[in-house]
């Protein structure tokens, strides 16, 4: 279900029209996904595991894996079509109009070159001064100086979260997809992660697709909610909203989400 356009016109950040995606000849995994993230804007993309969350993040960052493949609709960024687009479209988008946190920090980094080496190339795609857009990425972040000359395997997970994010600062892409960020961390690391999510988007302007199972951290950085279920949107509001929701699976997250708020 697609959210609601007010009056004024204006070009999504990431616009998303009957997205599906399936193994060919098997039943769909999404089911014509619709929803439409305005400039800036904070949304939680929420459900039970095996719901669909990271192959809808993998499916909008051009990632899928053969036999996967998307088999009907739309997903657009700044106007952009990405569905079928060319590699060389890809090149273009990936980083600067969408850039991907992963639930494995690691994965998205070289680890035999240091941290330095890694932002500082991504300041020069971009043009900006190595030297500075670093020592500034990291600041941001709450990152120590001294991490840049670490290798990736020398920092913990939520350190390498951080440095993903650095890049984001540096890229500032149109739209920042962050694939269960928290996922395994301790509750003072996730703070320090959603919180370094937050100043990103505040000073870039980035809108945010903060995909996770954990609905207490989704209010953390979000107020609207997209609900998945067995592969399909089921719900789309605000989070205070869930509990009454029509869907069950919506109902289902909010009262799991206050249970465990009461248990703490």
């Known amino acids: 279900m697609a959210r609601q356009k007010g009056t004024l016109s204006m070009v999504d950040a990431l616009s998303v029209t009957d997205l599906s995606v399936a193994i060919p000849g098997a039943r769909p995994l999404l089911d014509q996904l619709s929803f439409n993230i305005a400039p800036g804007e904070r949304v939680g ?7 669909g969350k990271s192959l809808t993040a993998a499916a909008l960052c051009g990632l899928l894996r053969p036999p996967l493949a998307i088999t009907g609709g739309m997903a657009q960024i700044d106007g952009v079509e990405l569905v079928g687009a060319a590699p060389q479209v890809w090149r273009r988008v990936r980083g600067r109009k969408v850039f991907q ?21 991504t300041a020069r795609i971009v043009g900006e001064d190595p030297k ?6 990291l600041e941001t972040v709450a990152l120590d100086p001294h991490v840049a000359d670490f290798f990736p395997y020398q920092l913990s997970g939520g350190m390498k979260q951080r440095v993903l994010i650095a890049m984001a600062l540096i890229l500032r892409p149109r739209i920042l997809i962050a694939d269960e960020p928290t996922t395994g961390l301790d509750v003072l690391t996730e703070r320090e992660i959603l919180a370094a999510l937050t100043k990103m988007a505040d000073e870039v302007g980035s809108s945010l697709l903060f995909v996770s199972h ?11 909610t997209l609900v998945m279920d067995h592969g399909r949107l089921v719900e789309d509001a605000p989070i205070s909203n869930l509990a ?10 909010a009262e799991a989400a206050h249970a465990l708020q009461i248990q703490c």
């Open 45 to 51: 993309l929420v459900g039970p595991s095996g719901c």
């Open 101 to 121: 946190i992963f639930q494995s920090p690691g994965t998205a980094l070289t680890p035999a070159r240091r941290i330095r080496a890694q932002l500082a190339e």
């Open 132 to 137: 500075q857009a670093v020592t500034s990425a």
């Open 214 to 224: 954990d609905l207490r951290a989704v209010a953390e950085v979000a107020n609207r």
């Open 244 to 253: 009454t929701s029509i869907a069950p699976a919506a109902r289902q997250l």
